[in-house]
């Protein structure tokens, strides 16, 4: 069973055949991820709300977050791969904003792949597969990020046609979210206010907070939240910096504050995370 909270910051990869493709829906239903499927073999149809997919071989299929999967079938020959993306891990690819808000996709999930594109997307899927699978002294999360951003380059372009109002990749909405996740990596360690980065794009917070809870489906002090959290993680990895000097480098009044943030969004303290990071390695 695929675990809700994935392991690999945010993804999990699994592969399934005809034997066990009730397995993908259940699994699919616990999880409130952005799921890209790649079927390699075989043909497969998808019952969603009122909806009915079909896709056969060499098609991609993207599930947006919340979908409701409430039948599957397939043929014999079914064979597939489902990459299992949590939002948070890819944040920062600004442009999947459209994707990710578009009824057209939604209603239309299903594409398939030709050369040279397919090829390059087949080739790119199997690669991050390859770095998923790595311990981590051979891979890194960072790597695999890269790899996911240039399939999903190749990925939107399928997609982009469905997209009935490409004039919404110039839409104003579009430019605040880019600007906001481009503030969020330089300064979001530091910055925790949502003051501001409302100050930054000129807008009013609560106008801010709306938008962006309505574009990705997650308040923005979770987004800071997370960015902060990300880089305390790191510092607690691969430094010897105490829990005090990693306080005062993320700009916490005290300690004991920073250690209430730490626990609050991620359950657990951060000794015990870097306790836990160390008997991993």
């Known amino acids: 069973m695929i675990d809700i909270k994935p392991n690999f910051e945010g993804l999990c990869i699994e592969k399934y055949k005809a034997s066990n493709i009730i397995e993908f829906r ?11 499927c790649f079927v390699s073999k075989g043909e497969m149809s998808i019952q969603s709300n009122e ?5 056969k071989k060499n098609s991609v299929i993207m ?28 944040s920062t690819y600004s442009f999947l904003t459209v994707l990710l808000a578009s009824d057209e996709i939604k ?6 792949t030709e050369a040279p594109a397919g090829k390059l997307i087949w080739s790119t899927v199997k690669l991050i597969r390859d770095y998923h699978s790595k311990t981590t002294e051979e891979s890194t999360v960072e790597a695999v990020q890269y790899l996911l951003y240039a399939l999903f380059e190749l990925i939107s372009k399928l997609y982009l046609p469905v997209i009935k109002n ?3 990749l110039q ?8 600007y906001f996740f481009k503030l969020l990596n330089e300064h979001g360690h ?9 100050d930054q794009l000129h807008l009013s917070p609560q106008y801010l907070s709306s938008l962006i809870k309505k574009e990705t489906g997650k308040p923005i002090k979770q987004w800071i939240s997370y960015r902060v959290i990300k880089h305390a993680q790191e510092l607690l990895k691969t430094t010897s910096l105490s829990i005090k000097e990693i306080s005062n480098h993320l700009q916490f009044v005290d300690p004991s504050l920073f250690c209430r943030y730490f626990r609050r969004c991620t359950g657990i303290t951060a000794n015990t995370y870097r306790e836990n990071y160390k008997i991993k390695k």
């Open 26 to 36: 259940k699994n699919a239903n616990r999880v409130n991820k952005l799921l890209l």
């Open 51 to 55: 909806f009915l997919f079909h896709s």
């Open 63 to 90: 599930l947006l977050p919340d979908t409701d999967i409430i039948n599957v079938s397939s043929n014999n020959e079914l064979d597939f791969v489902v990459f299992f993306i949590s939002l948070d891990f890819i």
């Open 107 to 112: 209603f239309n999930p299903v594409m398939e």
């Open 166 to 168: 490409n004039s919404l």
């Open 171 to 178: 839409s104003r909405s579009q430019d605040i979210l880019e």
């Open 190 to 198: 530091l910055q925790r206010s949502v003051l501001f980065y409302s």
